[in-house]
């Protein structure tokens, strides 16, 4: 067997002395996280005097906006992820599924979790969020959040074995508890998925028991504050709220979430029976600050300059969810793919012009071109800059619009006939109960003889 | 919430108590297993005077032939698995995720890990075959055998970790260790995944690793038999080892697999250190001869008479991997996806026309189409009745036929689209590392300094 590079020659190569000079060795820039952010600093830097390295977790990009479209069936993982090796197929680029656990700021090194030490001259940190669970992290087990691909597949499996169950249960309480989704925030994930588990239980799985009505699920979307959709205009909320209760979902706004556990939930005093919850609320940035060693700005965020650089570090770039950054309001960005992309693009160009020696000092500005979220077939909500839609033309733009930002005609085309077939057939191509958990012989608590 | 049927009324449906005689009850005919012939069997059955209860370990049809694609990151699950209960949407067909743990031929009736008791009419057996591991069942963990979907996710995880791995691994002894993939059984199942992975190996991955050179892995296909394809005429094995050759597979005819562990493998008393090994050699029937309380034939199977029915049990049928069916040379019936579902058919003529009151006499007798295995790209070979096909022929024919027998239009169209991208690309749409084993924490034994 043969290396593609002998690895004394890479060990070799270190991180030149000082990122601003012009060393025979060209900067190494390394950047944790290839979400929307750091995939757009790679593709940045393609050809720029660097040497690159792009280290995460998951051998794959993740289309985030898509994902609560893979834990309700609609969709498979593969069409929403690309691997993250296929992207990066330009010569100054190096890929490691590894993850990151520390970072030295004096010595300019991050390590790993594999033991690695990696040095660099210019460093990003695009590590995107979690979801928060205010404090209560036993509830992560008992209501997943769709946030990573084995998170979706764990609430597709939830969701589908509910059904299953409640079909083979002879008591009617268990049965009841087993047709109740709680989902927990009224955000767009929560909006989004409260609308795709409704048209599942209401269509797709409609014809397909004897023994249940699954239209007669009950959906409870349930949200700490006033109004659904709260970072929408108010007009776009009420749309959605209304589009949400003709599909047959119960929203209960102010309402708190005070406990979780196996039998269901306690919200606003009452006791739900709900062997199902899922949760959609409140994210908060990934680990970046504890590895800086810095205080942490609101949400676990890390404060940034102008430029996007941790103050007094000009070679550390924070970008996305993970990063602070002040709109044109005086407010931080939201956590949207459109920041992430847009903070990817600006920090490649500045260390781009870095590395070729040029000063490059225009602060970060976003531009916003809008918000989307669907709550349902031919219904959707658009805030656009000029423009706040709602109905089909916005489900048909936001349709477009998530095509067009996949990534490679594999996926678009793969989602696109996915849609279709949906659209005409009410059908949801993934509906498979897959994974450990199955759980089958402890379908239903009742050991009693049954003939059909 | 409301109940399609409600439970009392079910429960008062028992077995009728003769399954010959034209009751006011229709027959209740339960089908375990949906694969290949209890989903014949279930569709033979649409229009029949029965009641139909269809049981299944997992809620969705296999299309087993295309597995060893999603093992190799060709296809996703969802574009080779159906949902049980959207093929079953007949008003007469009852469908239960359970799985069947015992008979009681006397009672007639099945028992259930959930718990249940099923009482029977006419019962048909069709529950497939599982990996045979000659009495080393510590084996499974170690090889992999692709028979579910779960199994074909955790060796599409080894494969692509393997590469992960090797990447990042320091000692040169642990990287030819991560390059080597040893396949075990050089029949149809075997030779198609050494074919896939070669593909994989050297197309695919060839330029998405610096460090290392995916191209030079080793994938060695060991079989214990004198030849490879050993159930296709000797000039298809022939053609199939020159083809496997030349894809850079090393093929071991006359091998046996000593001993399997965590280093590798013991083959023709050869030590051969390998970090992925998979198992593609003999299978054996389900446990239907144990439930049934009777001496297995060869492999595990069920003896059937001429109608495929018990000895002494005309109401109990043993279809597909399951039973030993003579054919017209004496032998048993090869485990084909075309045995099972004329198996299938045959036992849904009978049993209708037994419901009917009619007697159906006719022996069971297999029509022969051919069989058919691929190993690459522009390579396959075809043994048809009247013809024996090789290379680019064979491989549309064989394209076509396995578009054709994919149930539902989505299947067809995902696998196709997949396949055209593939070709034109060399990419594959599910390079996608899930599920639980990650193990990025243990992605190499070193510990050292890397500066890239």
Redesign the interface.
Known sequence: ?????P?DE??A???SPSPAAASATPP?VVVVGAGFAGLEVAQGLREAPV?L?IID????NLFQPLLYQVATAAL????V?V?I??L??HRN???????VVGVDRAAR?VST???????YDYLVLAIGSLYDYFGHDDWATLAPAPKT??DA?AIRRRV??AF?KA??A?DEAE??AL?TFVLVGAGATGVEMAGALAELARAT?A???????PA???ILLVEAGPRVLASFPEKLGAYALRTLQALGVEVATATRIESIDEEGVIAGGKRIAARTVIWCAGVKAGPAAAWLDIEPARHGKVSVEADLTLPGHPEIFVLGDAAAVKGSGGKDLPGLAAVAQQEGRYAARVIAARASGKSERAAFSYRDKGTLATIGRSAAVADLPHAKLTGTVAWLFWGLVHIFFLIG???R??VL??WL?AWLTY?R????????E?E?????P???????
């Open positions: 067997m043969t290396l593609a590079r690895l890479t060990a190569i270190a991180a190494h040497r390295t977790r998951h051998n794959y498979s993982p593969a069409d992820a691997p090796r296929s990066m197929r680029a190096h890929v490691m599924l590894d993850e090194s979790a594999a033991g690695k030490r990696i040095g691909i084995d597949l589908l074995l299953e079909d083979a002879a049965r009841d047709l799985l014809r397909d028991f004897r023994r249940i009505d007669s699920a009950r005609f594999r996926n085309a793969a006939l996915n077939w059908g191509g993934a509906r498979l109960i897959t994974g450990e199955r089958i012989g402890r379908a239903s009742d050991h009693t003889a049954v003939n059909r």
